[in-house]
C-alpha cells in the first residue's frame, strides 16, 4: 500500500546511487581472490583466444635470476611490462606476454657454494653434474616462488610455460648460436686482460660490476732514463711534410749535455695498483701535454729523491707532486714529445729475484691526461685495457728494435703472485705474495712490491686515496684486471659483407627507436668504444663453450660434430658436455681425436639472455621475431639490451627489438639508494600485505619511471589518497548507474552539458591512446585522474546530481545525462584496466556481472561526431564565471552564513563581454548549483568577490528566497503550487506523480 503524502518519505523516491562496490577497497584481501579467479578462468588463455588473428605486439621479457624472492625494482620492471602487454591487447592486438628467467651463471652458482662453505663442504670433490644438478633444483625453487609474486602484482602472462636458459631446449639454442659465431670465425681465443673476480675465480662482464669507494695504496715511482736522444728543434728544422732534420753542428755539443741530462734522470708514474709493478713494460705519454725536466734542490723525506736528482714530469702536476714528496725544485728545461719518444728507462726493479733486465719504453697514449698523477702512465699490458691496447698498438716499432712484447702473467686466478713476477712469486720466502684474497681482503702484494721499490730508492712518494673502483656485484668484492687466455667474439673483423659486428650493431642501434631517446646515445657510446667480447667464464654451472680446439687456439669446425653436440644438449641439457666419455662421443670418427682438446669454459651468462630471442621469439609459434619492445632498467645498456644487439647482429644482422625502453632506478624519499644496512627497502610484499598491489601499481604509473624514482610511505600515502578519490568517483558512477535502463538520446537532442562531457570523452580517448603508444602511462594515468576529480566529481556529477536524482524517469535530460555516466564508467575503466587490473576488474564485474572480465574487453570505439571544439571553448568560459561564484559560495560556508550552496541566490556582475555571451541562454543557478541567480553587466559594487585569475566577473551574495522543497532541497517560489504534494516543488511534484503511476511510490 501506497504512503499518503504526509507520511512520504522523500528520501525512497529520490534516485540515490546503489551499489555493493565498497568505499573501502580491502584490496589485501580482495586481489588474491581476483588473482584466483583469474587463474581458474584460465585468463591467459582466454585472452589467446580472444585475439587470434588480430595483428601481434610482442614485448620480449628481459630475464630475472632465479635467485631470491622479487624486490621494488623487479615490482617496478613487471608491472610496466604488464601494463604495455595489457594496453595493446586492450587496443585491438594480440598481445602475448611470456615472462622467462635466467637460470644459469653466478648469481645461483654462488648461492650453492654458500650454502656449500656453510657445511664445510668442497665444490671441487663434487662431480660437476652433481653441482649443475643442485644448481638447477635451486633455480627452479625460485623461479615457481617469483612466479606467485608477479602473479599476487597482477601481472597476467604464460606463466605455466615460460622461457627458462635451463630448459634443455634453450640449451640447445644458445649452444647453437655459439657454434655459429665458431663457423663464421667470430669467435677466437685470445689473451687480454679482463676483470677478474679473485673471490669467485671467474673473469666478468662489465655489466657485472658495480663501482664503490674504496680507498687504496698510491705510489709515485721512478724509472730510471738508461738511453736517451735530445734534439732542440726550431721551426725551420722541420720538412714541409713534418719530417725532423738532422741537427746543426752548432747545436751538437748543447744537444749532447742535454741527452746525457736525461740519462742521469728518472721518469716518474703513479699510480693506485702498486701490484701492477712487476707487469709494467713500458710507460705512456701524451703528446698533447707539457713536459719538463726538474732538479731537487732540497728534500724533507724519509725515502725518495735527494738534492741533485733529475726527474721529469708534466709541467701542471710537477707542484702537486713535489709537494707530496716534500721536495723542494728547480725546472730545468722543456722535454718535448719527441724526447720522450726516444727514452728508454730500466724497470724500477731490475735485479730483483734475478728479473726485470729488460727496457721500459715510452710510448705515446690517447689515453693520458694531466688531471692527476704525473703526466705519465704505468704501463702493465697484462693489468688494463688501455695499456694493453698501447702495448699491441706498439709491437711493429718495438719487436725491430729488440724489445720482447710477450705479455706476462703475473697474477693467477686466485690472486697470487706467479712466476713472471721474480721476487714475488713461488721463488719468495714464504711462497707468492697475493693481491687479493678469497674473501676479497687486501693481500700483502701491495705491501712487498712498495717495500722493494724503498729498497731499490725507486719510490718517489706514497699515500692513500679513496675513489671509485670495480666490484663483482654478486661478492660486492674488489675485482682486478688480469691478463687470462679467453674466448672473445671479434667486434671488428670483416664478417664477408664488408661489415662488422660493431658496424652491423651501430647501424642496428639508428634503426631502433629509444624510450627516452638519451638511451640511443648511450648505447651507441658503449658499442664505439667497446674492446671485443669476451664470452668465456670459469665457472660451472652454465651452457658451456662447446668447441674442441688445439693448443693453438684452431677451432674445429665439424658440422657432423656441430650436430651431435648439439641433438645431445636437445635431449640432455647442456649436462652431455661434461658427461663421461664426452669428447669421444662427439668426435666419434675423426681419427685426429688427439689433436682437440674439449673446452670447458662456461659461456657468459650475457650471451645466453642475449641469445633468449631465438628459443622464444623465433621458437614459440605464439609470438614474432624481432620483438616490438625490450623493457629493462637503465642498466641494462650494457648488459642484456647490449649483448641481445651483439648477438643478434652477429647472427642475423640486426636487432632483435624494433623498441627500447628504459626504466630507471628506485630511491627512498631523500633520493638515496635503497639499502637493508639503511633501513629504507621498501619491500613490494608488505606494501601488497597492507595497502594491495593496485596502490604500487598507481605509484609505478604516475611516476616519471624513465628517471630514478623516489618511494617511501609518504609518497604510497599520497597514492592511496589519490586511489580513494578515484574509488570513490568509480563507487558514485556504478550506484548511479543502478538506475541506468540503457535507454538512448539522440546525440543531437542531448543538452549542451553532456555534449560537453563526450566531448572531453573525445579528447581523453586521442590522448591515452597516444600515451599508451608513447609509454607515457604518467600522462594516462594522470589525465584520468584528473578528469575524474576535476571534470567529474567537482563539476559533472555536482551539476547533475540534482537531475540524476531528482528529474521524473521520463526525463530526456535525465536520460541523457545517464547515458553519459554509462559512456564515462566505461571508457574510464577500461581505459585504466592496464594499470589498474584489479579494482578494474571489481567495478566491471559489479556493472556487468555477466561478464568474464574487463580485461577481455576493448577500448570503447569514440565516434569523431562527439568532438567539438566551439562547445568546448564557449564552456571553458562558462567555467570561469562559475569558478568565481563557486569562490563567492566557499566563503560564506566557511563563515557558516550557509550551510549548502542553494541556499544562496548570488548577483553576478559579468562585465567582459565575451563571458556574458557565453554564459546567455544558460541556467547558471543550475550550473553553480544555486537556488536562483542574477546576472548583471553593470559594474560591481567595491566590496564584491573576484578573482584575480578571471577578469570581468564579480559576486555579490544573496540568501535564496522562496520556500525549501522537501525533496530537492531547493529554494524556489513554486513550492505547494501542487495540493497533492504541498511541500515540494512542482519540478518534483510532477516526478513524484510520474513515480506513482509506474508503481514506485
Known amino acids: 500500500m501506497s504512503e499518503t503524502p504526509d507520511k512520504l518519505d522523500y528520501s525512497k523516491t529520490l534516485f540515490l546511487p546503489q551499489t555493493d562496490f565498497p568505499m573501502r577497497a580491502g584490496l589485501p584481501k580482495k586481489e588474491p581472490e581476483i588473482v584466483a579467479r583469474w587463474q581458474e578462468m584460465d585468463l591467459y588463455k582466454r585472452l589467446r583466444e580472444d585475439a587470434k588473428g588480430r595483428p601481434q605486439f610482442v614485448l620480449h621479457d628481459g630475464p630475472p635470476y632465479a635467485n631470491g624472492n622479487i624486490h621494488i625494482g623487479h615490482a617496478l620492471n ?55 644438478k643442485e644448481c638447477r633444483d635451486f633455480a627452479t625453487h625460485w623461479i615457481k616462488v617469483q612466479t606467485e609474486e608477479f602473479q599476487r602484482l597482477g601481472v597476467v602472462g604464460d606463466f605455466d610455460n615460460p622461457y627458462l636458459t635451463m630448459a634443455y631446449h634453450a640449451e640447445a639454442r644458445i649452444a647453437g648460436e655459439l657454434l655459429k659465431f665458431a663457423m663464421s670465425g667470430q669467435l677466437y681465443r685470445g689473451s687480454k686482460p679482463v676483470m677478474w673476480s679473485v673471490v669467485e675465480r671467474t673473469a666478468l662482464a662489465e655489466a657485472e660490476v658495480e663501482y664503490h669507494d674504496h680507498e687504496s695504496d698510491t705510489i709515485w715511482v721512478k724509472f730510471p732514463v738508461v738511453e736517451a736522444s735530445v734534439y732542440e728543434r726550431l721551426s725551420a728544422d722541420v720538412t714541409p711534410e713534418g719530417d725532423l732534420l738532422p741537427p746543426r753542428e752548432d747545436e751538437v755539443s748543447e744537444q749532447s749535455e742535454k741527452s746525457l741530462d736525461l740519462q742521469d734522470a728518472y721518469v716518474v708514474i703513479w699510480t693506485t695498483t702498486p701490484w701492477t709493478i712487476p707487469g709494467n713494460r713500458a710507460i705512456s705519454f701524451s703528446p698533447r701535454i707539457a713536459y719538463g725536466l726538474y732538479e731537487v734542490t732540497a728534500a724533507e723525506n724519509d725515502f725518495g729523491p ?43 726493479l731490475k735485479g730483483l ?12 697514449g690517447e689515453h693520458v691526461t694531466d688531471d692527476a698523477g704525473t703526466g705519465f702512465v704505468h704501463t702493465a699490458p697484462g693489468h688494463g685495457r688501455e695499456d694493453f691496447d698501447a702495448w699491441m698498438d706498439a709491437r711493429a716499432e718495438l719487436e725491430p728494435r729488440g724489445i720482447d712484447t710477450t705479455i706476462p702473467f703475473t697474477v693467477d686466478d686466485g690472486g697470487f703472485f706467479t712466476k713472471d713476477a721474480p721476487g ?100 651507441r657510446s658503449m658499442i664505439e668504444e667497446r674492446p671485443d667480447w669476451v664470452l668465456s667464464r670459469q665457472r660451472a654451472w652454465g651452457v658451456p663453450i ?103 647482429c652477429g647472427t642475423r644482422g640486426r636487432a632483435p627489438y624494433d623498441n627500447v625502453i628504459t626504466h630507471g632506478f628506485t630511491m627512498d624519499e631523500e633520493g638515496r639508494k635503497m639499502s637493508k644496512s639503511l633501513g629504507n627497502t621498501v619491500v613490494p610484499q608488505d606494501v601488497m600485505a597492507k595497502s594491495g598491489a593496485d596502490i604500487l601499481r598507481l605509484w609505478v604509473v604516475t611516476t616519471d619511471y624513465w628517471e630514478d624514482q623516489r618511494l617511501g610511505q609518504n609518497i604510497l600515502q599520497t597514492n592511496i589518497d589519490a586511489y580513494r578519490k578515484l574509488r570513490n568517483t568509480t563507487r558514485w558512477m556504478l550506484g548511479t548507474l543502478s538506475h541506468d535502463e540503457g535507454e538512448e538520446v539522440p546525440f543531437a537532442e542531448m543538452p549542451e552539458l553532456e555534449r560537453l562531457m563526450l566531448h572531453r570523452l573525445a579528447e581523453l580517448d586521442a590522448l591515452v591512446d597516444k600515451s ?30 540534482d537531475t540524476l536524482y531528482c528529474d521524473p524517469p521520463s526525463s530526456t535530460r535525465r536520460k541523457a545525462a545517464l547515458q553519459v555516466v554509462r559512456h ?149 517560489d513554486d513550492v505547494g503550487s501542487d495540493p497533492e504534494f504541498p511541500d515540494v516543488s512542482a519540478r518534483d511534484a510532477a516526478a513524484l506523480r510520474e513515480l506513482r503511476a509506474l508503481g514506485r511510490l
Open 78 to 132: 613487471k608491472v610496466l611490462k604488464d601494463v604495455i602487454t595489457r594496453s595493446f591487447q586492450m587496443r585491438g592486438y594480440d598481445s602475448n606476454y611470456v615472462p622467462g628467467w635466467d637460470c644459469h651463471g653466478l648469481p645461483i652458482e654462488w648461492k650453492i657454494e654458500e650454502q656449500y662453505r656453510a657445511k664445510g663442504k668442497n665444490k671441487d670433490e663434487v662431480p660437476v653434474n652433481e653441482f649443475r
Open 306 to 348: 735527494q738534492a741533485g736528482e733529475k726527474l721529469i714530469f708534466a709541467d701542471a702536476l710537477a707542484e702537486e707532486s713535489f709537494a707530496k714528496a716534500k721536495l723542494d725544485y728547480k725546472r730545468l728545461w722543456d722535454v718535448k714529445s719527441e724526447d720522450l719518444r726516444s727514452i728508454v728507462c730500466a724497470h724500477p
Open 353 to 364: 729475484g734475478g728479473g726485470y733486465h729488460f727496457d721500459v719504453p715510452l710510448l705515446p
Open 424 to 523: 714475488f712469486g713461488p721463488d719468495r720466502d714464504g711462497g707468492p705474495a697475493r693481491v687479493i684474497d678469497d674473501k676479497g681482503k687486501k693481500g700483502d702484494a701491495n705491501k712487498g712490491v712498495i717495500e722493494a721499490l724503498i729498497a731499490k730508492d725507486m719510490l718517489f712518494a706514497r699515500g692513500r686515496l679513496k675513489h671509485s673502483y670495480p666490484h663483482s656485484w654478486r661478492s660486492k668484492k674488489p675485482v682486478i684486471f688480469r691478463n687470462t687466455p679467453q674466448w672473445f667474439v671479434y667486434m671488428d673483423k670483416d664478417l664477408g659483407d664488408d661489415t662488422t659486428l660493431r658496424s652491423r650493431s651501430l647501424s642496428a642501434i639508428d634503426d631502433t627507436r629509444f624510450v627516452p631517446a638519451a638511451g640511443q646515445t648511450r648505447l
Open 546 to 648: 662447446c668447441v674442441f680446439a688445439d693448443e693453438d687456439g684452431e677451432i674445429l669446425k665439424d658440422e657432423t660434430v656441430n650436430a651431435r653436440i648439439l641433438e645431445a644438449f636437445e635431449k640432455e641439457g647442456a649436462d652431455a658436455w661434461f658427461a663421461e666419455g664426452a669428447k669421444e662421443r662427439f668426435l666419434e670418427g675423426r681419427e685426429d681425436k688427439d689433436r682437440w682438446h674439449q673446452v670447458m669454459d662456461i659461456l657468459d651468462v650475457w650471451f645466453d639472455s642475449g641469445s633468449t630471442h631465438v628459443f622464444t621469439l623465433e621458437d614459440r609459434p605464439d609470438l614474432k621475431w624481432p620483438a616490438d619492445v625490450y623493457l629493462e632498467g637503465s642498466d641494462q645498456h650494457r648488459g642484456w639490451f647490449h649483448s641481445s644487439l651483439l648477438e643478434s
Open 772 to 801: 599508451y603508444d608513447n609509454f607515457d602511462f604518467k600522462r594516462a594515468m594522470r589525465s584520468a585522474l584528473d578528469f575524474m576529480v576535476v571534470d567529474l566529481s567537482a563539476f559533472y556529477f555536482d551539476i547533475r546530481k
Open 824 to 972: 564515462l564508467f566505461d571508457c574510464l575503466v577500461t581505459w585504466m584496466a592496464p594499470m589498474l587490473p584489479f579494482t578494474t576488474e571489481e567495478a566491471w564485474l559489479e556493472r556487468y556481472p555477466n561478464t568474464e572480465s574487463v580485461h577481455l574487453a576493448q577500448f570503447p570505439k569514440i565516434p569523431e561526431s562527439w568532438r567539438d571544439e566551439k562547445l568546448a571553448e564557449k564552456w571553458r568560459k562558462v567555467r570561469q564565471v562559475r569558478r568565481v561564484v563557486m569562490g563567492a559560495l566557499e566563503i560564506e560556508r566557511r563563515e557558516k552564513t550557509i550551510g549548502a550552496s542553494l541556499e544562496a541566490s548570488p548577483i553576478v556582475h559579468v562585465t567582459d563581454p565575451e563571458l556574458r555571451a557565453a554564459i546567455a541562454d544558460r541556467d547558471m543557478a543550475e550550473i553553480c548549483i544555486t537556488s536562483g541567480i542574477e546576472i548583471r553587466d553593470d559594474e560591481p559594487p567595491a566590496d564584491a568577490f573576484t578573482l584575480d585569475e578571471v577578469k570581468g566577473v564579480a559576486v555579490v551574495f544573496r540568501r535564496a528566497s522562496g520556500i525549501k522543497c522537501a525533496r530537492s532541497w531547493r529554494y524556489t
